[in-house]
């Protein structure tokens, strides 16, 4: 059965601090891991990365991805009050399922 | 272009009682997911319709169902309701959704909030 698993579940930060949020995941024959942030009701599209080792960036965010190891870390440098939200990580295997972890909750204080 | 549509956003609904959410996806795509989030769990998927067929399932009980018609838009039912159903049920959709090397994002739309009392 696909599997992903996000770190840490809660995650409490000061503006200005840079914070690593953590993807692994189990999927058989995998597509693409995508990357969500939802402040209020429907998460909105950050990055979807399928090979490894090529960095998507926009802005302060960056994403990469580590196939052979199955993971992916999604960056976030001089964090703002605006970035709290929850974070998702989703993964697309051969099936065409797109199965999410429980998210990343990132609330920046100012 | 319109996003993603769900109706209704808001539902209060008794135990026992059955509840149908709509979801209209993009304009073009052919894919609809729905999924099911309570605090702490994440996203959990229910099923995805992909050409008016059921192409994959969760792991929830039968009396989660639903369909998708002709121009694509999905409905969701769930007959007697229990207190554990009150959740945001979220829908995606995406194109094509299929084949090797079409990797899509998926769209979400603002979810129903449906609350059993």
Redesign the interface.
Known sequence: EDKVV?SP?SLVVHEGDTVTLNCSYEVTNF??L?W?KQEK?????LF?L?SSGIEKKSGRLSSILDKKELFSILNITATQTGDSAIY?C?V?GG?????????TKLTVNP | KAGVTQTPRYLIKTRGQQVTLSCSPISGHRSVSWYQQTPGQGLQFLFEYFSETQRNKGNFPGRFSGRQFSNSRSEMNVSTLELGDSALYLCASSWPGTGAGLNTEAFFGQGTRLTVV
Do not use: I, N
Request: charged fraction near 25%; glycine fraction near 12%; charge should be positive.
């Open positions: 996000q579940l597509r693409s995508l969500y009701k429907a998460p909105t599209f979807m399928t998702l989703g697309r099936s065409e399922k797109l199965v999410f972890g429980k998210g």
